[in-house]
């Protein structure tokens, strides 16, 4: 069990830009999530998949955002036309659906994304 | 609207001290309760969870206790250590949802040796 990663760890980009995040959970877990943390703040969240279904999206995920989790294993999270308001940390979450349905979620080192 | 909310925001403390930290929410339906520690600018790394059903939980120093009917959450940690100075959050899943987990702000702890 390697945890959560995520990649990359920190990015600069324009105003305007596009840019791609990548999760791979935990191997054996099925649900995925996307949160986004502004300094001082707890996270908030962003989208969840089970296996490869998109369940849940919050109004926090506008149009410029798009998720994916294509084969049920890794997903991505694009923003496009970046502004600055979207910088933050992006954290991604996995957890598993089990007999116990106990849902205990595990983070990965999150993406810091500066929009300059 | 399910709204969590972590007291103090701040605090400092002595090494060697006991200490508590609050959290409370608004809607008592929740599925389960989690707390978290997270270092500045890194990911968040788990503690403890507990079940809507149980009443607490302990791992080492740290105990957590749940008393749903109140809407409350404590994390105790005794005897304290410059390792522990962190942000401690704590977040809930609606019973409802059984998804995504709603977050507090926070408490910042520095642990002085």
């Known amino acids: 069990d390697t945890g959560v990663s995520q990649d990359p760890r920190h990015k600069i980009t324009k105003r305007g830009q596009n840019v791609t995040f990548r999760c791979d959970p935990i191997?054996?877990?099925?649900?995925l999530y996307w949160y986004r943390q502004t300094l001082g703040q707890g996270p908030e969240f962003l989208t969840y998949?089970?296996?490869?279904?998109?369940?849940?999206k919050s109004r926090l995920l506008s149009d410029r955002f798009s998720a994916e989790r294509p084969k049920g294993s890794f997903s991505t999270l694009e923003i496009q036309r970046t502004e600055q308001g979207d910088s933050a940390m992006y954290l991604c979450?996995?957890?598993?659906?089990?007999?116990?349905?106990?849902?205990?979620?595990?983070f990965g080192p999150g993406t810091r994304l500066t929009v300059l | 609207k399910q709204e969590v909310t972590q007291i103090p925001a701040a605090l400092s403390v002595p090494e060697g001290e006991n200490l508590v930290l609050n959290c409370s929410f608004t809607?008592?339906?929740?599925?389960?309760l989690q707390w978290f520690r997270q270092d500045p600018g890194k990911g968040l790394t788990s503690l403890l969870l507990?079940?809507?059903?149980?009443r607490e939980q302990t791992s080492g120093r740290l105990n957590a206790s749940l008393d749903k009917s109140s809407g409350r959450s404590t994390l105790y940690i005794a005897a304290s250590q410059p390792g522990d100075s962190a942000t401690y959050l704590c977040?809930?899943?609606?019973?409802?949802?059984?998804?995504?987990?709603?977050f507090g702000k926070g408490t910042k702890l520095s642990v002085k040796p």
């Open positions: 979450a996995s957890s598993s659906i089990d007999r116990e349905r106990v849902l205990e979620q595990f």
């Open positions: 191997s054996e877990h099925n649900r």
């Open positions: 998949f089970q296996n490869e279904a998109q369940l849940e």
């Open positions: 809607d008592s339906a929740i599925y389960n």
């Open positions: 507990i079940q809507s059903s149980q």
């Open positions: 977040a809930v899943i609606d019973g409802g949802s059984q998804g995504n987990l709603i």
